[in-house]
């Protein structure tokens, strides 16, 4: 019966070496040299192959018990000496775990932005930005909109002065771009912030938008076309579809306001045999407005009339309100955690 004496033993000599023990390193070596896979205990343990076989439920009953002690003592040590130096300063306990810092996360329209402009980068566009307080000759005069037509009424502007507002959408950046480059061909994309005098479940005052512009020699409707389809294909999987629309933009002509098949009903129009209601029954989603560069325009930026390009813009609250089936444009920027943690 050697065994069980000293498994009883064991219990009593960890006591008085834990009396010693006034740290909590200490208290580790003891909780190693007793417990630990090599340890007093694993040791004893070892030998229970060699005890008589009708001996070796007492014994291992014994040693389970003997297990509960010595952990029981090892972590009411290490409460004493923790309430000890609870409030000392430079008292530092290696063996807590540490904390983790919150990991933070980008916000939905940002990977949107990042999404969409590393798919043009990879056809060779170049990511540019510009500022969001304009000149009314970069957001109006240069991209066709006559002096006070009521084309300028389309969008809702807040002017900083006279002659400076808040850019209504991205496409000053077209005439920047082009009159910085002077000459084709060039093929950019610029994402940013735009403004408007709106405020609904719907609209924001502030949104954001990516501008897309390829000038070259023999552009044409298709290249645009393809262009897009290749984008939505991207966006939001292999079978989305484009439409084009005929449409108005000043700076552009012809225009096309380009719908993607409904990311809900998948172009079907209903589900479940009721009208879908993402897209109303249509089976399709308006993403953004496009068309052929205007001549106007690059007359207004000094470019060669023979040259021939093509421009797009598309909201991106939209386009994540879709990807990530958001029902309420707010949510983006109300910051609650809630939401914003889910990505
Ligand atoms: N700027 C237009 C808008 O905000 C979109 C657009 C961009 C249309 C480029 C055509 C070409 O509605």
Redesign the pocket.
């Known amino acids: 019966m050697g065994l069980i004496s000293e498994l009883e033993s064991l219990a009593g000599e960890l006591e008085s070496a834990l009396g010693q023990a006034v740290s909590l390193p200490e208290v580790e070596e003891l909780r190693i040299a007793f417990m630990g896979r090599k340890g007093r205990l694993a040791e004893l343990m070892a030998s229970l192959r060699e005890a008589p076989a009708e001996d070796r439920p007492a014994i291992g009953q014994k040693a389970n018990a003997v297990k509960l002690a010595i952990s029981g003592m090892l972590e009411d040590r290490i409460a004493v000496l923790r309430a000890q130096s609870a409030g000392r300063e430079d008292f530092f306990d290696p063996s807590l775990p540490g904390r983790r810092p919150p990991a933070g996360s980008l916000h939905p329209i940002t990977l949107v932005l990042n999404e969409i402009c590393s798919i043009f980068e990879g056809l060779g566009y170049e990511v540019v930005s510009g500022p969001e307080a304009e000149t009314d000759f970069h957001n109006f005069a240069a991209l066709n909109f006559p002096a006070n037509h009521p084309a300028r009424d389309?969008?809702d502007t807040l002017y900083i002065a006279d002659e400076v507002l808040l850019r209504?959408?991205?496409?000053p950046m077209?005439v920047r771009s082009m009159l910085e480059r002077k000459k084709p061909p060039l093929a950019v994309i610029a994402p940013g912030k735009?403004y408007r005098r709106d405020s609904d479940i719907t609209h924001s005052p502030m949104f954001h938008?990516v501008?897309?512009?390829l000038v070259g020699k023999d552009v044409s409707l298709a290249d645009l076309r393809g262009t897009l389809a290749y984008l939505v294909r991207k966006l939001f999987g292999a079978e989305a579809r484009v439409r084009f629309r005929p449409s108005f933009?000043p700076?552009?002509e012809p225009?096309a306001e380009v719908d993607v098949t409904c990311i809900i009903c998948r172009g079907a129009g209903e589900t479940a045999g009721e009208p879908c209601r993402v897209c109303k029954g249509s089976g399709w989603l308006e993403i953004?407005?496009?068309?052929m560069v205007d001549p106007n325009v690059f007359k207004a930026v000094g470019f060669d009339e023979d040259c021939a390009g093509f421009?797009?813009?598309?909201?991106v609250e939209r386009i994540a309100m879709l990807k990530y089936g958001i029902g309420d444009l707010r949510l983006f920027f109300e910051n609650d955690m809630r939401l914003l943690a889910q990505f």
């Open positions: 389309m969008q209504t959408h991205t496409s077209q735009v938008q501008e897309g512009l933009f700076f552009t225009s953004l407005g496009s068309g421009a797009f813009g598309m909201g």
